[in-house]
């Protein structure tokens, strides 16, 4: 079988990595943390840092193929790795999804709404020119490095913009209007080499404290809104001419009309779900893409809500291993930290 090279070594990675056993391809991560979820079920670990020239080098040779699990590696690894071997996806979608003003362009020029927007490049007074553009209620963002609702803050109103400049610590950011959604959704979709695709199906999204709580299929949305909702997954992915998975979310507004609110060119926590309710699971498809075999059928067989085991809650895993129907997936994360995704389970509804 094919070897698979990772760049990252958290969740993502490791279900990667299981996908990928069961298709006989072997794995290889390249990780600067010890023992993360992914190493743990890794016979091939490289333990250094992103901009450790030699190191990925020597990463590259052991493989056929690379890929991330998490994207923000440095341009310059990029570059070096992508003279070696094939680096799937390549660095468009990666450039695009690592800066949120790279992004909302890239999403605005094809056409593709997203919420208000205005760039906060140039300290407060360029804060109070966006704000004079945008208004209030409002979200400053960084433009780099955000997850989980981390590196966010609501500006309620104009005077609130010199404490958000400073809880973001003076980073370039992006202000965003607040969108009055009705609800939030996302769509994954598989990109092969040859430009074939393949659409898992929209998820609902219900987000606390900024983090991603449950996603449920069916999602409760009219037809033309799923069918909008992967029109602009096809469109991203062409666009990118990405090879892998495109994961992108989606704000839904009163009128079923839809707002891009970010893309991750990876598997995604919204995506879990299809573990358990898939003929082929995200991971399954991503090791698919990327390696340059046919993709799989993602098409649904039951509905399924899945929630996010997050710090603290982890501790309930023998009840929920106790749940008939239960499917209960730990990523073998050592601390259960405050707000740290430590597993999840699909709950068939
Ligand atoms: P992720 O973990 O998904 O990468 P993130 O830190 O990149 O999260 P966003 O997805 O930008 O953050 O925002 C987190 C959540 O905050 C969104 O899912 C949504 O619930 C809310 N949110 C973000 N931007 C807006 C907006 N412009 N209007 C209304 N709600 C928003
Ligand atoms: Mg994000
Ligand atoms: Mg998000």
Redo the contacts with the bound molecule.
Sequence with gaps: GARLGILGGGQLGRMTALAAARLGISCHIFTPEDNGPASQVCPMVTLAAYDDLDALSRFAASVDVITFEFENIPAASVAHLAALRPVRPGWKALETAQD?ILEKRFFNDLGIAT?PWAPVTDGPQSLAEAVAKIGCP??L?TTRL???????VRLNAPGDSAAAWAALGNRPAVL??????VS?ISVIIARAPDGATACFEPTL?H?RE???HTSSVPAPIRPQTAIAARAIAESAALALDLVGLLAV?L?VLADGSLLV??M?PRPH?SGHWTMDACHTDQFEQFVRAVCGLPLGDPSRFRAMRMTNLIGDEVHDWPLLMATPGARLHLYGKVESRRGRKMGHVNTPV
Excluded: C, S, T
């Design positions: 949120r919420a409002a979200i963002k955000g997850y989980d609702g981390k590196g966010q965003e209007g607040l969108v009055p959604f939030e999204n987000h900024g983090i991603l979310e704000f609110n970010e991750a926590n």
